[in-house]
């Protein structure tokens, strides 16, 4: 707890700006969400033949887990991409359900003979709605966006997967560094944030309960107005915001990706062009579409992830052949391959520094013949991965008594350490083999393709900007695998600032 | 001779296709008057109601109010000209006894003084200390108080017309009949039109000053309240029979009484 204290407050400015973007996203999240939501349920309230299906579909929509609804909006053009408005619509989509249904029960659940007095009195059907129907359900609808805004600030952690900030960033941060410090200073003020808002909008809710409302009720339901509409606002802001006037330089949710997301950052900074850091991106696919949409610029990828995850071609072992294929592929859709960093970032099958000593271990076929009493850790994309382990199964009849166990790559490390998985595919830079005393198995039947690292962007981007061509071919070769390794372990074991790394390094080359 | 304030002409009102809910229903009620419908629980009281507010429309025939057709009157006008008060109150739960009676005044955008001098002026009428209620929320009053601030709000804007149906069917017997005197104090002043409907005979004696007997969507008599008691009808009979007893009667040696004993015979 000490640790996370000292975090804060060494990451005072941070925090703030984080924590800021948190409040921001949600609320404007849950305003749209109400804005869109209450008039939904109005409407379905009025047809009940309406209300079933619109229920339904809201119902569907908060079954899909928000990592995967991420995914779904990749593609899609206007809300779709990496950024705030992506991360804004996928929480608008959660919180609509809570909000409908609450509006609709709370209409519902108007006595008749209220109702009938307004129409005998001669109300319009406005006039109803505005002095009877809306004030009587409105407890109802203020505890439907409760839950929105509640549910917002859990999902908006994981918003930070598509670069929309908020406190997700330590959370994933964390992860990546496996240091539970990192994590828990994202995951305690996000709690606390879903806590205080329960509580301020039970609140509010209580105060506008017919029988307690009062002058002080009314008030509270002017500042609540004027939440909304700002929210609205922020959220016309976002979604009217046009391209940037700079490069966004993106990264994958890893270590290594950070730190050379901001390598690419600060060598064209060096350069003098102005650029946008969005790191920390949810894996590859999530890469790859932002940078086909234009969300981001330019990022590293590596030649055999691109190869086999991005284009589905089949694996080569040759990597000037692999890496000439993919600049040809990546060409077809307008973006463009770098040369290469200089390092080749395979797969690395790991064990136990102890085990590989005490039984000989020394090929990925040494492990083989002792892999049916051992159980294995995977992250998720070496799951799925045409390069993956199906593959690596079948290459060195690799068996294991159950199915592996799929975990967070960065978590895994951890898992083989403590004993409670014995193998895990790795990467091969990665600082904590060394940290964690682990061993890489050689890949002696050569089944994993070359994975040079190198970035990849979007050729209209480099026309633009020919200095950033220039600027970014001057790391073509530098950063070799032990560099890298280096810098890995600086970042994952010493914990060192990633921007500090990423200077010493530009300003070793020349 | 002026127009009938509300007239029946040979309405029929069906709601599906085997349920007539009126036939063939003619009433004139005279301006001042008030006329108190009889009839067993779906006899099609509520409906005659919401056909004179154009709540509903009759299917043939047609309901005159003030000499115009409901099918022409808008609405909203009409509906504000006249005053309706449900068994259930129906008062606005989220609103102060004083907002509820101001609702059509707030609708018909009185000046704030205005409503507030009407809204005092009203409690008072119904018999509510205007500084003592005027505040209160409407699961504050008991069941009585809560009828008084309904009728109140029903002649918030002097409407000519007031629509009452089961107004005191939900009250003690006690509360009821302070409630019947009350109604008849505050008529002798605001002589509205009114009609009531309600399932109990006795209700209708103490208020109307006609009565009207309604069986199966059709109307059997509409008279004097002393016509009505002495009428031979058995539809009538059935409802003035199932008046209350009061067995005290018996005492007297003389012998029986011909037909128990109907209340009504004690009316002026």
Same mark, same amino acid.
């Given at each position: 707890?000490?640790?996370? %204290?000292?975090?804060?407050?060494? &990451?005072?400015?941070?925090?703030?700006?984080?924590?800021?973007? &948190?409040?921001?996203?949600?609320?404007?999240?849950?305003?749209?969400? %109400?804005?869109l939501g209450v008039p939904l349920g109005i409407f379905a309230s009025r047809r009940p033949r309406v209300a079933a299906p619109i229920v339904a579909v809201a119902n569907v929509v908060q079954t899909i887990p928000s990592l995967a609804m991420f995914g779904f909006l990749l593609p899609v053009p206007l809300v779709g991409g990496v950024g705030a408005r992506a991360a804004l619509a996928v929480l608008i989509l959660y919180g609509l359900l809570p909000i409908v249904r609450t509006t609709i029960a709370g209409l519902r659940g108007i006595d008749a003979s209220v109702r009938d007095a307004g129409l005998a009195m001669g109300m319009t059907a406005g006039e109803l709605l505005r002095q009877v129907e809306l004030p009587l359900a409105l407890p109802s609808i203020v505890a439907g966006a409760r839950v929105a805004a509640v549910v917002g600030v859990g999902s908006a952690t994981i918003a930070a997967a598509i670069g929309a900030g908020g406190l997700g960033e330590y959370i994933y941060r964390g992860l990546s560094m496996v240091d539970t410090t990192v994590i828990l200073a994202g995951a305690i003020p996000a709690a606390l944030l879903a806590l205080s808002v329960d509580g301020a909008l039970l609140w509010l809710e209580r105060q506008l309960s017919p029988r307690r409302r009062s002058r002080t009720g009314r008030g509270v339901a002017g500042v609540a107005a004027a939440v909304v509409a700002l929210g609205l606002a922020i959220a016309i802001g976002v979604a009217s915001r046009g391209a940037p006037g700079a490069i966004v330089v993106g990264s994958k949710n890893f270590t290594e990706q950070l730190v050379l997301g901001e390598v690419v950052a600060q060598t064209l900074e060096r350069a003098g062009l102005p650029v946008v850091r969005r790191p920390n991106l949810g894996g590859t696919l999530i890469c790859d579409r932002?940078? +086909?949409?234009?969300?981001?610029? $330019? /990022? $590293?990828?590596?030649?055999?992830?691109?190869?086999?995850? $991005?284009? &589905?071609?089949?694996?080569?072992? @040759?990597?000037?052949?692999?890496?000439?294929?993919?600049?040809?592929? /990546?060409?077809?859709?307008?973006?463009t391959l770098l040369p290469p960093l200089g390092y080749n970032n395979t797969f690395a099958i790991l064990v136990r520094g102890r085990d590989a000593r005490a039984l000989g271990l020394k090929t990925i076929e040494d492990a083989a013949r002792k892999s049916t009493n051992w159980h294995a850790g995977f992250g998720y994309e070496f799951v799925e991965r045409p390069d993956g382990y199906r593959g690596l199964a079948t290459t060195y009849g690799l068996r294991f008594p159950e199915a592996p166990r799929v975990?967070?790559?960065?978590?895994? /490390?951890?898992?083989?350490?403590?004993?409670?998985?014995?193998?895990?595919?790795? @990467?091969?830079?990665?600082? +904590?083999?060394?940290?964690? @005393?682990?061993?890489?198995?050689?890949?002696?039947? &050569?089944?994993f393709p070359p994975y040079d690292a190198a970035a990849v962007a979007r050729a209209e981007t480099l026309l633009r900007y020919p200095a950033a061509r220039i600027a970014l071919d001057r790391l073509a070769g530098r950063i070799s695998a032990s560099e890298m390794r280096a810098m890995n372990y600086a970042a994952d074991v010493e914990h060192r600032d990633i921007t500090a790394i990423a200077r010493e390094f530009l300003d070793r080359i020349p | 001779m002026p127009d009938p304030a509300i007239e029946f002409r040979d309405v029929t009102f069906v709601r599906d296709v085997t349920q007539r809910v009126l036939d063939g229903f003619t009433l004139a009620v005279e301006s001042g008057e008030v006329v108190a419908m009889v009839g067993r629980s779906g006899a099609g009281k509520t409906t005659l109601l919401r056909l004179v507010n154009r709540l509903l429309l009759p299917r043939t025939g047609s309901v005159l109010v003030a000499g115009r057709d409901t099918r022409e009157w808008e609405p909203i006008r009409l509906r504000r000209r006249i005053g309706y008060v449900l068994q259930e109150v129906g008062l606005f739960p989220h609103m102060t006894v004083a907002r509820n009676v101001a609702v059509v005044p707030r609708l018909e955008r009185w000046p704030a003084e205005r409503i507030d001098g009407r809204v005092a002026e009203l409690l008072e009428l119904v018999g509510l200390n205007a500084q003592q209620f005027a505040r209160r929320w409407p699961d504050e009053l008991s069941g009585g108080q809560r009828q008084r601030v309904g009728v109140a709000r029903a002649l918030a804007v002097d409407p000519p017309v007031l629509l009452m149906d089961e107004p005191f069917g939900a009250l003690d017997p006690l509360t009821r009949a302070e409630l019947h005197a009350e109604f008849r104090r505050i008529q002798a002043r605001v002589r509205k039109t009114v009609i009531i409907v309600t399932h109990d005979m006795g209700e209708a004696f103490a208020l109307g000053d006609r009565i009207g007997v309604l069986d199966e969507g059709r109307l059997v008599i509409c008279d004097r309240p002393g016509v009505v008691a002495a009428s031979a009808d058995v539809r009538v009979r059935r409802l003035l029979d199932a008046l209350p007893a009061i067995p005290v009667v018996r005492t007297r040696a003389e012998g029986q009484t011909d037909s128990g004993s109907a209340p009504a015979g004690d009316r002026p």
């Amino acid at each position: 707890m000490n640790a996370v %204290v000292t975090f804060w407050s060494s &990451h005072r400015r941070e925090l703030a700006v984080l924590f800021g973007q &948190h409040i921001v996203l949600v609320a404007t999240a849950t305003s749209v969400a %109400v804005a869109l939501g209450v008039p939904l349920g109005i409407f379905a309230s009025r047809r009940p033949r309406v209300a079933a299906p619109i229920v339904a579909v809201a119902n569907v929509v908060q079954t899909i887990p928000s990592l995967a609804m991420f995914g779904f909006l990749l593609p899609v053009p206007l809300v779709g991409g990496v950024g705030a408005r992506a991360a804004l619509a996928v929480l608008i989509l959660y919180g609509l359900l809570p909000i409908v249904r609450t509006t609709i029960a709370g209409l519902r659940g108007i006595d008749a003979s209220v109702r009938d007095a307004g129409l005998a009195m001669g109300m319009t059907a406005g006039e109803l709605l505005r002095q009877v129907e809306l004030p009587l359900a409105l407890p109802s609808i203020v505890a439907g966006a409760r839950v929105a805004a509640v549910v917002g600030v859990g999902s908006a952690t994981i918003a930070a997967a598509i670069g929309a900030g908020g406190l997700g960033e330590y959370i994933y941060r964390g992860l990546s560094m496996v240091d539970t410090t990192v994590i828990l200073a994202g995951a305690i003020p996000a709690a606390l944030l879903a806590l205080s808002v329960d509580g301020a909008l039970l609140w509010l809710e209580r105060q506008l309960s017919p029988r307690r409302r009062s002058r002080t009720g009314r008030g509270v339901a002017g500042v609540a107005a004027a939440v909304v509409a700002l929210g609205l606002a922020i959220a016309i802001g976002v979604a009217s915001r046009g391209a940037p006037g700079a490069i966004v330089v993106g990264s994958k949710n890893f270590t290594e990706q950070l730190v050379l997301g901001e390598v690419v950052a600060q060598t064209l900074e060096r350069a003098g062009l102005p650029v946008v850091r969005r790191p920390n991106l949810g894996g590859t696919l999530i890469c790859d579409r932002a940078l +086909l949409n234009g969300d981001i610029d $330019v /990022y $590293v990828e590596y030649t055999g992830t691109a190869l086999t995850a $991005v284009f &589905h071609r089949p694996i080569r072992a @040759d990597s000037s052949v692999v890496f000439e294929e993919v600049k040809e592929l /990546y060409a077809r859709s307008g973006r463009t391959l770098l040369p290469p960093l200089g390092y080749n970032n395979t797969f690395a099958i790991l064990v136990r520094g102890r085990d590989a000593r005490a039984l000989g271990l020394k090929t990925i076929e040494d492990a083989a013949r002792k892999s049916t009493n051992w159980h294995a850790g995977f992250g998720y994309e070496f799951v799925e991965r045409p390069d993956g382990y199906r593959g690596l199964a079948t290459t060195y009849g690799l068996r294991f008594p159950e199915a592996p166990r799929v975990m967070d790559l960065t978590l895994s /490390y951890r898992a083989l350490a403590s004993g409670q998985v014995d193998l895990i595919a790795g @990467d091969a830079t990665a600082g +904590l083999i060394q940290a964690l @005393d682990l061993v890489q198995l050689e890949d002696n039947r &050569h089944y994993f393709p070359p994975y040079d690292a190198a970035a990849v962007a979007r050729a209209e981007t480099l026309l633009r900007y020919p200095a950033a061509r220039i600027a970014l071919d001057r790391l073509a070769g530098r950063i070799s695998a032990s560099e890298m390794r280096a810098m890995n372990y600086a970042a994952d074991v010493e914990h060192r600032d990633i921007t500090a790394i990423a200077r010493e390094f530009l300003d070793r080359i020349p | 001779m002026p127009d009938p304030a509300i007239e029946f002409r040979d309405v029929t009102f069906v709601r599906d296709v085997t349920q007539r809910v009126l036939d063939g229903f003619t009433l004139a009620v005279e301006s001042g008057e008030v006329v108190a419908m009889v009839g067993r629980s779906g006899a099609g009281k509520t409906t005659l109601l919401r056909l004179v507010n154009r709540l509903l429309l009759p299917r043939t025939g047609s309901v005159l109010v003030a000499g115009r057709d409901t099918r022409e009157w808008e609405p909203i006008r009409l509906r504000r000209r006249i005053g309706y008060v449900l068994q259930e109150v129906g008062l606005f739960p989220h609103m102060t006894v004083a907002r509820n009676v101001a609702v059509v005044p707030r609708l018909e955008r009185w000046p704030a003084e205005r409503i507030d001098g009407r809204v005092a002026e009203l409690l008072e009428l119904v018999g509510l200390n205007a500084q003592q209620f005027a505040r209160r929320w409407p699961d504050e009053l008991s069941g009585g108080q809560r009828q008084r601030v309904g009728v109140a709000r029903a002649l918030a804007v002097d409407p000519p017309v007031l629509l009452m149906d089961e107004p005191f069917g939900a009250l003690d017997p006690l509360t009821r009949a302070e409630l019947h005197a009350e109604f008849r104090r505050i008529q002798a002043r605001v002589r509205k039109t009114v009609i009531i409907v309600t399932h109990d005979m006795g209700e209708a004696f103490a208020l109307g000053d006609r009565i009207g007997v309604l069986d199966e969507g059709r109307l059997v008599i509409c008279d004097r309240p002393g016509v009505v008691a002495a009428s031979a009808d058995v539809r009538v009979r059935r409802l003035l029979d199932a008046l209350p007893a009061i067995p005290v009667v018996r005492t007297r040696a003389e012998g029986q009484t011909d037909s128990g004993s109907a209340p009504a015979g004690d009316r002026p």
